[in-house]
C-alpha cells in the first residue's frame, strides 16, 4: 500500500509544473479577451443600434444601407448572417440554412469563453491540492519554510484560476445577451424577407 502511496505522490508532484503553465496560459488567454472586449463590445453596441433601427423601420432601403454600412465587417457571426439572408432573399431554405450556421457560429465564439470558465477553477483546484501533501510533509517534518512555500503556491494558483473564470465569465454573459438580441432581430429579418 504504501507503494502505491508513493507512485500516486510521485505522479501528483508531477503534475505540479503542467498545472501551473496551462494556467498561466489561461491567464494570458484571459487577459487578451479582456483587453479585446472594450473594442467588441462598443461595435457590438453599434450593431445592435443598427439592426434595431431596421426592425422598427424594415423596408428594402433600410436594408441596403445597412448592408452598405456593415462591409468592413465580415468576421462577425451578425453581419455574415444578414449578409447571406440579403444575397438570397428569394431562397428560404438558404436563409434558414444561414440562420442555423449563425447559431453554430455563435457557439464556436462562446466555446473561448467557456472553456475559461470551466477550465481556470479545475487547474487551480489542482493547483491548490498538489502541493498541499509537500506541505503537510514539511509540517510533519518541522519544515515551516517548505510549508510556507508550498502554501503559498496553492493559493495562488487558486486566486489565478477563480480570475480567470471570472473573466471568462462576465465576457460570455456579455456576448450571450448580445448573440440573442441579434438572434431576435435575423429571425425578423427572415420572416420579412421570405414571408414565412
Not at 473594442?39 to 452598405?68: G, P, Y
Not at 471570472?166 to 429579418?189: H, P
Amino acid at each position: 500500500m504504501t507503494a502505491i502511496s508513493d507512485i500516486l505522490f510521485i505522479i501528483s508532484n508531477g503534475l505540479l509544473i503542467p498545472v501551473i503553465v496551462l494556467l498561466l496560459f489561461l491567464l494570458v488567454k484571459a487577459i487578451m479577451l479582456g483587453i479585446g472586449f472594450y473594442t467588441e463590445r462598443q461595435k457590438n453596441k453599434q450593431l445592435s443600434a443598427q439592426l434595431q433601427h431596421l426592425v422598427e423601420n424594415f423596408c428594402s432601403e433600410t436594408l441596403t444601407e445597412l448592408d452598405v454600412s456593415l462591409k468592413t465587417s465580415d468576421s462577425c457571426p451578425v453581419v455574415k448572417c444578414l449578409r447571406d439572408m440579403v444575397s438570397h432573399k428569394d431562397d428560404s431554405v438558404y436563409c434558414e440554412h444561414s440562420l442555423a450556421d449563425f447559431q453554430v457560429d455563435v457557439q464556436q465564439q462562446l466555446s473561448k469563453n467557456r472553456i475559461l470558465i470551466k477550465f481556470g477553477p479545475m487547474l487551480g483546484l489542482m493547483g491548490t491540492l498538489i502541493p498541499m501533501g509537500p506541505a503537510l510533509v514539511g509540517l510533519a517534518t518541522g519544515d515551516i519554510a517548505s510549508m510556507a512555500y508550498n502554501m503559498q503556491v496553492a493559493f495562488a494558483t487558486t486566486v489565478v484560476g477563480m480570475l480567470v473564470a471570472g473573466i471568462g465569465l462576465i465576457t460570455l454573459q456579455e456576448r450571450q445577451r448580445f448573440y440573442a438580441c441579434s438572434l431576435n432581430a435575423l429571425e425578423f429579418v427572415f420572416h420579412k424577407l421570405t414571408g414565412k
